[in-house]
């Protein structure tokens, strides 16, 4: 069984009370109690801009600021589910550590992006957005260009790079997405796609999910990257364009729940012990933590709560699930760049990379004590792997005190 499988089964369970904890004093219920206010685009990148390519289509995109030395631009592809801003301290982490400025792209029909056509999700048209949005932004010459890619957007990144749509590729990471795990993992996403709530009464109420299902284990994190993920109901614009929230909806949204018994879910229990991780790079993984755990039904997910639902329906993607994974390994293993692979368990890797990673054709990377949301969950220690690799590669020079480390499993 896989390490998917085995949080899609986990994911079907009720909740249980750990023991031990019932009875305790209010005040220890209070100590609890966690900041879910949302954080803001701008803490972490100098500027962002809409896109537009042609007619049909306008990208949002992120930047860091330009590095004091040459250096590579690095082009972040996030999950599916997910947008820019889930690479949010990543990027502050990274530049801090080499000289490179972060290009990150909310992908065709997610994030703030508008194209007319939003259900073709193809790897094909995926991939030609990129390269074409990358000619728009660099008419005249392009950068150094360094390839960063999590779940389906590493999945579309090596896509990308094996079709050759632009010069000046340098290498590229693929962030737990592993061709045979995926595959696997296909014929559980729609039932756990319908195992998440559908609505949120508020921007904390779901960056409060995020956490509590194990979608992402940094709170910090999720606060910046969970408001890119979902949309007004009302206005059907991003939950990001309503940010700052006012003081009002705060202290409502720090009184109202989507776990309102705090023993119905022990934090405890969110860091699962090694090899219990969900490794896989599934499209709907994006959205998986390794312990999920669905809440309990409360007021906050009645009819008068539908404020904010999720940005992109997922399910209706499927068509091109296997599109996205097909010949994954494989297309890696043949590029012709230097190729490095983060996975959050050993037990991801398939047999044609296995092969591949005793020959030495990749490095490879294994973070433990994180869910899928590698990046997310320990954007520190991602970004030592990235720059230290770069650095070894002569792609980039390190910043400041940085010192890159080798590579273990």
């Known amino acids: ?3 998917l499988q085995r949080t899609m089964l986990k994911g079907k369970l009720p909740p249980t009370i750990p023991s031990g904890r019932i009875g305790r004093a209010d005040s220890f219920k209070k100590s609890r109690i966690r900041d879910y206010k949302p954080g803001m685009w701008n803490e972490f990148f100098v500027e962002k801009e809409d896109v537009t390519v042609d007619e ?3 990208f949002r995109v992120y930047r860091t600021k330009v590095p004091e030395k040459p250096g590579p631009v690095l ?5 599916g589910g997910y ?3 889930t690479w949010a301290h990543f990027c502050s982490e990274v530049t801090s550590m080499i000289h490179c400025q972060c ?3 909310d992908l065709r029909g997610h994030g703030d992006s508008k194209v007319d056509d939003e259900d073709d999700l193809s790897a094909d048209t995926l991939a030609k957005d990129i390269g074409d949005l990358l000619l728009k932004l660099y008419p005249e010459e392009l950068p150094q260009i360094y390839l960063v890619g999590h779940s389906m957007g590493g999945a579309i990144a090596v896509h990308f790079a094996h079709m050759a749509l632009v010069p000046n590729l340098i290498g ?3 962030i737990d997405v592993v061709e045979g795990t995926a595959m696997e993992a296909l014929a ?3 039932s756990f796609l319908r195992s998440r709530p559908k609505y949120f009464q508020s921007i904390p109420n779901a960056i409060e999910w995020c956490i509590r299902s194990g979608q992402v284990r940094n709170v910090d994190s999720a606060k910046v990257s969970m408001p890119g993920q979902i949309i007004n109901c009302t ?3 991003l939950a990001t364009n309503d940010l700052p929230l006012p003081d009002d909806v705060l202290e409502e949204a720090h009184h109202t729940s989507m776990f309102p018994n705090p023993f119905s879910i022990s934090e405890d229990e969110e860091t699962s012990p090694p090899g219990d991780d969900a490794p896989d790079g599934s499209p709907e993984n994006a959205e998986a933590g390794a312990d999920f755990k669905k809440p309990i039904p409360t007021k906050t997910m009645t009819e008068s709560a539908k404020n904010y639902t999720w940005r992109i329906d997922l399910s209706k993607s499927e068509k091109y699930w296997v599109g996205w994974f097909s010949g994954l390994s494989d297309k890696f293993l043949n590029l012709r760049l230097p190729k490095q692979l983060l996975l959050a368990s050993i037990d991801g890797l398939d047999r044609t990379l296995t092969v591949g990673q005793m020959q030495g054709r990749f490095q490879m990377q294994v973070l433990a004590r994180c869910g899928h949301a590698v990046h997310e969950d320990r954007p520190h220690e991602v970004a030592e792997v990235i720059s230290g690799y770069l650095i070894r590669n002569r792609f980039a020079e390190a910043a400041g005190e940085f010192r890159c480390h080798m590579p273990s499993c």
């Open 172 to 174: 590229i990471t693929v």
């Open 56 to 58: 049909q289509r306008t």
């Open 103 to 105: 290009l990150c792209i």
């Open 75 to 79: 082009l972040l592809l996030h999950g």
């Open 235 to 237: 206005t059907n614009k």
């Open 1 to 3: 069984m896989s390490s």
């Open 83 to 85: 947008s820019a801003l």
């Open 188 to 190: 559980s996403m729609q």
